[in-house]
């Protein structure tokens, strides 16, 4: 939250991530939600933003009163913006006698009000914020979850975005290099897990702290893990190379790879479109998969020239011919014996 004054305007921005439902600032006199008047606002299913004055009568659904209050509201009418994954509500009190030390009441749910009628909050907290200091204190709780989503996309990109990819990459066009190839794609392979790991243990951190309601990224982050893990464990439960179910394991090792790659830069986009993210982050992902593309297009003619020369050569190849069988010497010199003596000559 951060605020201005100016004589007996105090102009008031609240900020806070946002999927779904309403986010809320509640001005009480003890810190309890009886009794307080709070500035509310969401997103309606069309797409509207709306921001309302509620007055808090009682903890019934019945007893929180729309467009009532005692918030000093200026002729300024309040307004609600949105930017990527964050909402942000701006109102402005007018008031003789300056705001001190003030109980303030955040609230948040995911469900978006009906008719102006409030649903229960998800979760709420309360704080007493210092009006009288000369600038509005940045909240650290608040950095602290800009830092953890910040620090969720990173490790994500560097392991689902790079190190699995190219770990792929070692596994499809360095096979003439056995048993480097297979010691480099463990090794690889094993190190963006880790990452991916990572990854998760920080959205689930991020979800238990934003609640925020985002099925599709959730969801394929989740299926894009069951398969890395699956991928793990095929590492040790590989066949010898002799086994009937050898070339069965390679099709599922190599296409549930594909797979998982796939969905994973899918979400990683939808990642950064929930998070709102910059042109600097999506320029800069649009960069890592131009590379890999480039690199596996590069690989994948040369592989196929290479192919190409092999069976040219097999085609070129002719064995030595056999002479024809030649007949006896004698057969000419039994030709020029006369017919009388050819027909005695078996007597």
């Given at each position: 939250?951060?605020?201005?004054?100016?004589?007996?305007?105090?102009?008031?921005?609240?900020?806070?991530?946002?999927?779904?439902?309403?986010?809320?600032?509640g001005?009480?006199?003890?810190?309890s939600?009886?009794?307080?008047?709070?500035?509310?606002?969401?997103?309606?299913?069309?797409?509207?933003?709306?921001?309302?004055?509620?007055?808090?009568?009682?903890?019934?659904?019945?007893?929180?009163?729309?467009?009532k209050?005692?918030?000093?509201?200026?002729?300024?009418?309040?307004?609600?913006?949105?930017?990527?994954?964050?909402?942000?509500?701006?109102?402005?009190?007018?008031?003789e006698?300056?705001?001190?030390?003030?109980?303030?009441?955040?609230?948040?749910?995911?469900?978006?009000?009906?008719?102006?009628?409030?649903?229960?909050?998800?979760?709420?907290?309360?704080?007493?914020?210092?009006?009288?200091?000369?600038?509005?204190?940045?909240?650290?709780?608040?950095?602290?979850?800009?830092?953890?989503?910040?620090n969720?996309?990173?490790?994500?990109?560097?392991?689902?975005?790079?190190?699995?990819?190219?770990?792929?990459?070692?596994?499809?066009?360095?096979?003439?290099?056995d048993?480097?190839?297979?010691?480099?794609?463990?090794?690889?392979?094993?190190?963006?897990?880790a990452?991916?790991?990572?990854?998760?243990?920080?959205?689930?951190?991020?979800?238990?702290?934003?609640?925020?309601?985002?099925?599709?990224?959730?969801?394929?982050?989740?299926?894009?893990?069951?398969?890395?893990i699956?991928?793990?464990?095929?590492?040790?439960l590989?066949?010898?190379?002799?086994?009937?179910?050898?070339?069965?394991?390679?099709?599922?090792?190599?296409?549930?790879?594909?797979?998982?790659?796939?969905?994973?830069?899918?979400?990683?986009?939808?990642?950064?479109?929930?998070?709102?993210?910059?042109?600097?982050?999506?320029?800069?992902?649009?960069?890592?998969?131009?590379?890999?593309?480039?690199?596996?297009?590069?690989?994948?003619?040369?592989?196929?020239?290479?192919?190409?020369?092999?069976?040219?050569?097999?085609?070129?190849?002719?064995?030595?011919?056999?002479?024809?069988?030649?007949?006896?010497n004698?057969?000419?010199?039994?030709?020029?014996?006369?017919?009388?003596?050819?027909?005695?000559?078996?007597?």
């Amino acid at each position: 939250m951060r605020y201005t004054k100016n004589g007996d305007i105090t102009t008031i921005i609240l900020s806070a991530p946002y999927t779904v439902g309403w986010v809320g600032i509640g001005f009480s006199r003890n810190s309890s939600m009886v009794g307080s008047s709070a500035m509310v606002g969401w997103i309606n299913k069309h797409g509207h933003t709306k921001i309302k004055q509620f007055y808090l009568k009682g903890k019934k659904q019945s007893e929180v009163i729309a467009g009532k209050g005692e918030l000093p509201l200026n002729t300024v009418s309040p307004a609600v913006a949105t930017n990527g994954a964050e909402i942000y509500l701006a109102f402005q009190l007018k008031t003789e006698i300056p705001y001190g030390k003030q109980p303030i009441l955040l609230a948040f749910s995911t469900k978006t009000p009906q008719n102006h009628h409030l649903s229960n909050h998800d979760d709420r907290t309360s704080i007493i914020f210092d009006f009288s200091s000369v600038a509005g204190p940045q909240d650290p709780a608040s950095d602290g979850l800009i830092q953890m989503r910040r620090n969720h996309g990173i490790v994500g990109i560097i392991g689902w975005g790079l190190i699995l990819p190219v770990g792929a990459i070692v596994a499809r066009y360095l096979r003439h290099k056995d048993p480097l190839w297979f010691y480099l794609h463990s090794v690889i392979q094993f190190v963006g897990f880790a990452f991916t790991l990572g990854t998760v243990l920080l959205g689930i951190q991020l979800y238990n702290n934003m609640h925020a309601h985002i099925p599709a990224h959730r969801g394929i982050g989740i299926f894009v893990l069951v398969l890395t893990i699956l991928q793990i464990l095929a590492f040790f439960l590989r066949p010898n190379k002799d086994s009937k179910y050898r070339n069965l394991w390679n099709l599922y090792h190599s296409w549930s790879g594909r797979m998982a790659l796939f969905f994973a830069s899918l979400n990683i986009v939808l990642g950064m479109q929930a998070a709102g993210a910059g042109s600097d982050w999506k320029i800069g992902y649009g960069f890592l998969v131009s590379i890999i593309i480039i690199a596996i297009v590069v690989l994948e003619v040369l592989a196929y020239l290479k192919r190409s020369e092999k069976r040219s050569l097999h085609a070129s190849f002719q064995m030595d011919s056999v002479p024809d069988p030649s007949f006896p010497n004698n057969f000419s010199k039994v030709s020029n014996v006369p017919i009388q003596a050819q027909a005695g000559y078996g007597i």
